[in-house]
């Protein structure tokens, strides 16, 4: 890597940093500060997912992944954004794995509609969390250390992403603000590392993520919100869902326009016409 290079991805590294912090501010202000978790209001949880999690979550990691590989610094393989048919065995996977884990931590329930919120109600977070933690600073710090070697990138990268993920539940309610559970949390974080960094899947890391994250949101709300239909919770879970599939889409046709070299290209799908 030349100096005009290495200054050049260390540019982007830092700004995946900028917005790291403008994600944990954007989280306290609309989430923590509020104490929403357990205080849920229909607008105070839109609010807080469309800004925190989709706007600065989703599309602001999407603008920075834009110019990772612009400059050729990473490729969507790398970032986790894999083909059709092998995001697809990954996500099969995932599904039945992360179940597994969610099963044998002994979950306050198993009733199918309280899962299935207690799912929803954490799944706009665990995108963003996987978007910001490790792919906008996991895999770009791998891609700014690279020089020092495979396994001292690697090493920095799991590190720094599960770190982070960690002291970003500082800006979150209790009890998640807490040293303890921010300390645990960044062991989670390094579970979440390995399943990032070895699968390169960005859905399959989200779907384990999220089941490990359930019990310990169940465990902190009261479970009777959980058992009745939350028709507005489902709607910020499609939009999230959406504005994932589309950055994936809209970030193939910008590499492939940038002519970013991957073999095995993002998600095989003809744009509509």
Known sequence: MNARNGASVLRVLGLSFLLYLVWCLATWFFEGRVNLLQQPTPIGRATYVIVANILVGIVGVAWLLRSSLAYGFTTLDQLGFRSTRRTLVAVVLALVGGFALFIVQSPPSLEPLVLWNGF????????????????????????????????????????????????????????????????????????TSLVYFLTRDVYATILVHNFMGMKGVMGSIDLAILRQPLIPLYLLVVLAVVALVLVHLWLHQQATHGGEVSRKPAMRMRPVT
């Open 120 to 191: 929803a109600q954490v799944l706009p977070g665990s995108i963003a969390e996987i978007l910001i933690c490790w792919v906008a600073v996991g895999a770009l710090t791998e891609a700014a250390t690279k020089g020092r070697g495979r396994v001292v990138s690697l090493a920095l990268a799991i590190l720094a992403a599960a770190v982070l993920f960690g002291l970003y539940h500082f800006a979150h309610s209790a009890p998640f603000n807490q040293w303890g559970i921010v300390l645990f949390l960044m062991v989670v974080g390094l579970f």
